[in-house]
């Protein structure tokens, strides 16, 4: 999670000089590479529910997260999602362009003062030009001088990325309610098992990943 600062410009000088360093020659070689700064759009309207599911569809389309079978899709569930968003001031999308044409985008919801990113993917032809990063960068720019969000939550996972950013790290736990029925219970205990189930699968498969590394690479410990 990284706290906004009140301008881009603070966000900039907050990092340490490393860091700095690699995001000016992230940006120089999206410029370089695409030929120019590339374009943002932001949409936060009711009536741009349909052009901005078209956008976001022609680059979700090509990303490798369709190829993984995941992100957004056009759907009546997605664009029900993005309607209900939209309607109530949280949906803050944003699209990329080069040369008119999107290549990259985020969809995200600022509520309470965070905001929060959800769907993204970036078109792989232009993979040279790190769109996912110019994208990142143009969004915190973005919400530093709107401050419609005093808070940026990078989500799941742990990537170089996102300690370059200087973001703070947050435990989350996932919480589950069963009715005290007999249904209820045999969901709870379904639960339980499963994720039992997948805590031994993962701790098994990282043993036995770390048996072969160390057999591979005697120098391994």
């Known amino acids: ?14 990092l340490p000089g490393k860091a700095r360093s690699n995001l000016n020659h992230a940006a120089n070689v999206a410029r370089r590479t695409l030929g120019g700064e590339p374009e ?8 741009e529910l349909d052009e901005l599911v078209r956008l976001s569809e022609t680059v979700a389309r090509t990303s490798y997260h369709r190829r993984a079978g995941f992100g957004f899709t056009d759907s009546p569930a997605a664009r029900r999602q993005l309607a209900h968003a939209l309607a109530r001031g949280w949906l803050r999308a944003h699209v990329l362009f080069s040369g008119g044409r999107p290549i990259a985008f985020e969809h ?5 003062g965070t905001y929060f990113g959800r769907h993204t993917g970036f078109d792989p032809a232009f993979a040279e030009a790190r769109p996912g990063v110019a994208l990142l960068l143009r969004v915190i720019e973005r919400l530093c001088d709107e401050r419609t969000a005093e808070r940026l939550d990078l989500g799941v996972m742990d ?4 300690r370059t950013l200087g973001g703070l790290p947050e435990e989350r736990v996932s919480l589950y309610l069963f009715a005290p029925s007999a249904r209820g219970r045999w969901l709870g205990a379904s639960r339980a098992a ?27 410990r």
Request: aromatic residues 8%; proline residues 5%; charged residues 25%.
């Open 159 to 162: 990537t170089q990325l996102k």
């Open 108 to 112: 995200g919801l600022a509520y309470r």
């Open 40 to 47: 943002l759009r932001c949409f936060s309207r009711p009536d």
């Open 194 to 220: 499963a994720a039992w189930l997948e805590h031994a699968a993962r701790a098994t498969l990282g043993g036995t990943l770390a048996r072969r590394l160390r057999r591979a690479l005697p120098g391994a």
């Open 1 to 14: 999670v990284l706290a906004l600062p009140r301008s881009f410009a603070e966000f900039r000088r907050a």
